[in-house]
């Protein structure tokens, strides 16, 4: 993969080896390194573990991405190509973490409370129900001072976890970079998916790759329906999922929502072996490949 890593960091502007091996925490918490790092490792992992694109169509019946994971998605599907899915997805960052600086914003999770009254207390305060992941967790964003008064009268029986990111992500904050990033995505020419492959609007199979990548512009200003993501799964009946890098977060909410499926986190070399056991067993109707969030 030297000569791969290679050709991804000409085009995302970034030594991406460095950042994923030698780089310290404050270096990679930087919006614009981070999303095309997680872009990065998860191609990586798909392509040690699916191979071609054909091998893929063979294999995996659905692939689906958690916000800056739709990138990767995209990539494993077949709409974008690696490099372009990089080029993209590093002006995201640079775009998205260039908007953040123009006003204090951030995202706080919501976890637990009645659905309905959280939602309606995120809308009271001003805020954007930024990501709907699903078994209890809602994503807030907007501004501190809206985030502030929002801590200060919470919903009824629900806990709130700061989240240590850059910006409001996925909300009207970040309108500049959409507007930055369509410029480069028009000049792209992306493909019809080969698998079946999910959007965060709305759960929905995307059949077009053109619609893929508008959606894929979109989402940067748009909210992450997870939920609505995770409900098609289980419509579609898959038996297994595998997360690749970064690993763990959607796993654990496929542990409350998708119980009786098997799930396997790829959070290390050693996982890929299990990792082609799994397909190899649920290959056909039923595997999903789940990606990592920004």
Same mark, same amino acid.
């Given at each position: 993969?030297?000569?791969?890593?290679?050709?991804?960091?000409?085009?995302?502007?970034?030594?991406?080896?460095?950042?994923?091996?030698?780089?310290?925490?404050?270096?990679?918490?930087?919006?614009?390194?981070?999303?095309?790092?997680?872009?990065?490792?998860?191609?990586?992992?798909?392509?040690?573990?699916?191979?071609?694109?054909?091998?893929?169509?063979?294999?995996?019946?659905? =692939?689906?991405?958690?916000? =800056?994971?739709?990138?990767?998605?995209?990539?494993?599907?077949?709409?974008?190509?690696?490099?372009?899915?990089?080029?993209?997805?590093?002006?995201?960052?640079?775009?998205?973490?260039?908007?953040?600086?123009?006003?204090?914003?951030?995202?706080?999770?919501?976890?637990?409370?009645?659905?309905?009254?959280?939602?309606?207390?995120?809308?009271?305060?001003?805020?954007?129900?930024?990501?709907?992941?699903?078994?209890?967790?809602?994503?807030?964003?907007?501004?501190?001072?809206?985030?502030?008064?929002?801590?200060?009268?919470?919903?009824?029986?629900?806990?709130?976890?700061?989240?240590?990111?850059?910006?409001?992500?996925?909300?009207?904050?970040?309108?500049?970079?959409?507007?930055?990033?369509?410029?480069?995505?028009?000049?792209?020419?992306? =493909?019809?998916?080969?698998?079946?492959?999910?959007?965060?609007?709305?759960?929905?199979?995307?059949?077009?790759?053109?619609?893929?990548?508008?959606?894929?512009?979109?989402?940067?200003?748009?909210? =992450?329906?997870?939920?609505?993501?995770?409900?098609?799964?289980?419509?579609?009946?898959?038996?297994?999922?595998?997360?690749?890098?970064?690993?763990?977060?959607?796993?654990?909410?496929?542990?409350?929502?998708?119980?009786?499926?098997?799930?396997?986190?790829?959070?290390?070399?050693?996982?890929?072996?299990?990792?082609?056991?799994?397909?190899?067993?649920?290959?056909?109707?039923?595997?999903?490949?789940?990606?990592?969030?920004?």
């Amino acid at each position: 993969m030297t000569e791969v890593f290679a050709e991804w960091s000409e085009v995302a502007g970034l030594d991406l080896v460095r950042y994923g091996t030698t780089a310290d925490a404050d270096e990679i918490r930087d919006t614009a390194v981070a999303q095309p790092l997680l872009v990065s490792a998860g191609a990586a992992a798909a392509t040690a573990l699916l191979g071609t694109l054909d091998e893929a169509r063979g294999s995996v019946d659905v =692939v689906a991405g958690h916000s =800056v994971g739709e990138f990767t998605a995209a990539a494993i599907a077949g709409v974008l190509s690696p490099s372009d899915a990089l080029a993209l997805v590093a002006e995201r960052g640079r775009g998205m973490a260039d908007a953040a600086a123009v006003a204090p914003t951030g995202m706080t999770a919501v976890l637990g409370g009645d659905r309905d009254e959280v939602l309606a207390a995120i809308g009271a305060a001003g805020l954007t129900a930024a990501n709907d992941n699903g078994s209890g967790q809602i994503v807030a964003a907007g501004t501190l001072g809206e985030l502030q008064a929002f801590a200060d009268a919470p919903p009824a029986k629900a806990r709130l976890r700061p989240l240590s990111v850059a910006g409001a992500f996925h909300t009207l904050h970040m309108e500049p970079a959409v507007k930055r990033v369509q410029v480069l995505a028009d000049g792209l020419t992306p =493909v019809d998916p080969v698998v079946r492959l999910l959007s965060n609007r709305d759960g929905a199979a995307v059949a077009s790759g053109t619609d893929y990548l508008s959606r894929l512009v979109s989402q940067i200003s748009s909210p =992450v329906r997870w939920d609505s993501c995770t409900r098609s799964l289980i419509d579609l009946g898959v038996t297994a999922v595998i997360e690749l890098p970064p690993a763990g977060t959607l796993t654990g909410l496929a542990k409350r929502s998708m119980r009786g499926v098997e799930l396997l986190a790829v959070k290390t070399p050693e996982d890929l072996d299990r990792a082609r056991e799994l397909v190899k067993a649920h290959a056909g109707p039923g595997t999903a490949d789940l990606e990592g969030q920004s």
